[in-house]
């Protein structure tokens, strides 16, 4: 009897324990996406001799995306901020490029062309100069020579990191929420020829 009494205390406890915690955060976020929004057609073009890939010949590229962003019923889309790194937050210091707009709308949409230097790029992976090389060291083990690789222009891509942090809010009483989602995105790359023609 003394033990069932000890253990209905210990229940009673660990219940009011419970009941006296906050309840989370009500995620007032509905729906956040981005994504390529059309053809990428102006290639990122990396230069070359006759001894190989030497850098990247472009100084910018631009970018084709959608953000998409919808709140909650009763809140809205208070704000959101696109970065090239995981982490990033809006309301929050974003290293290198960004992207980031206020609303006050429930909805947000919107195609961007951010047109970002090359050496704020941050890339996912191999960089356009590593990707020709790779491309390089693939053809010559399919039997192709230096010469004959570096003799031709040659179509590839690189991957580039993008990430859209989006805050909605209840105005009130005042409680927000954020969300975020990523994107690897796709750039083509152009390894120019090394080998130049008399003119």
Request: aromatic content about 10%; charged content about 20%; some cysteine.
């Amino acid at each position: 009897m003394k033990i069932a009494s000890i253990m209905a205390a210990l229940a009673a406890t660990l219940t009011l324990s419970l009941a006296a915690q906050p309840a989370a955060a009500k995620d007032w976020v509905e729906k956040v996406a981005i994504t390529t929004d059309g053809i990428d057609a102006v290639s990122i073009k990396v230069s070359a001799n006759a001894s190989g890939y030497t850098g990247v010949k472009s100084e910018k590229h631009r970018f084709l995306l959608r953000l998409e962003a919808q709140a909650r019923k009763r809140a809205i889309v208070y704000g959101g901020v696109v970065g090239m790194y995981d982490g990033v937050r809006f309301g929050q210091p974003v290293a290198g490029w960004k992207y980031s707009f206020q609303s006050a709308d429930r909805t947000y949409k919107k195609h961007i062309e951010p047109v970002i230097p090359i050496s704020q790029i941050r890339w996912y992976g191999a960089d356009p100069v590593q990707v020709c090389k790779n491309l390089m060291a693939k053809k010559t083990s399919e039997g192709m020579t230096k010469a004959q690789v570096l003799s031709k222009e040659w179509n590839a891509s690189t991957l580039v990191f993008f990430q859209f942090d989006v805050m909605a809010q209840r105005p009130y009483p005042k409680s927000s929420s954020h969300e975020r989602k990523s994107l690897i995105y796709h750039a083509p790359v152009k390894c120019l020829s090394g080998m130049h023609r008399a003119s």
